[in-house]
């Protein structure tokens, strides 16, 4: 799904839940209490380590509802392990995010986006390239606004749950 790119890619996350097969599993052991195999993840982190070890850059923003759903608590947790191998991911309390995109998109490299497309109960359709110059200077602009908006994962969390 990610796109080949060169410096660094961003993603702008909008929802407050998503509907993953692949993390399904997961999901419901977090919601039972129980200890979370976080096996299904080992390869996105595998990537994100050898694609920074490389030079290359991770960004996201998650903009998300307060009080947090429980899936929004659940990736707090997975945010971790993804920033701890090297990718940056920051929240932003939806009503701080009035004037951001009201959907999910890729940048890369600052010149091409993957806007992400999903139905109406969470679930991937699929993701629509876009290099039209006006609509990716206006999305580096809001990833710019959404950056400088967000705040580091840990102090989110510190903030709205007790990791303890």
């Known amino acids: 799904m990610l796109k080949e790119y060169e410096h660094s890619a961003f993603?702008?996350?909008t929802r407050d839940s998503y509907a993953s097969p692949t993390e399904e599993t997961a999901f419901q052991q977090f919601l039972a209490g129980e200890s979370v195999d976080m096996g299904w993840f080992q390869n996105w982190l595998?990537?994100?380590?050898?694609?920074?070890?490389?030079?290359?850059?991770f960004h996201r923003v998650r903009v998300v509802s307060v009080p947090l759903s429980d899936y929004v608590r659940f990736s707090l947790g997975v945010a971790r392990l993804a920033n701890?191998?090297?990718?940056?991911?920051?929240?932003?309390?939806?009503?701080?995010?009035?004037d951001l995109p009201e959907f999910d998109y890729w940048l890369f490299?600052?010149?091409?986006?993957?806007?992400?497309h999903f139905d109406d109960v969470d679930t991937f359709l699929g993701v629509e390239?876009?290099?039209?110059?006006?609509?990716?200077?206006?999305?580096?602009?809001?990833r710019d606004a959404a950056w400088h908006r967000a705040?580091?994962?840990?102090?989110?969390?510190?903030?709205h749950i007790d990791e303890h």
């Open 46 to 57: 595998a990537s994100i380590r050898a694609t920074t070890a490389n030079g290359r850059a």
């Open 84 to 98: 701890e191998a090297g990718e940056d991911i920051r929240y932003v309390a939806r009503q701080d995010a009035v």
């Open 151 to 159: 705040i580091p994962r840990d102090d989110f969390a510190a903030e």
């Open 109 to 116: 490299d600052s010149r091409t986006v993957g806007k992400m």
């Open 11 to 13: 993603r702008l996350e």
């Open 129 to 142: 390239l876009i290099e039209d110059p006006a609509v990716v200077v206006e999305l580096n602009y809001q």
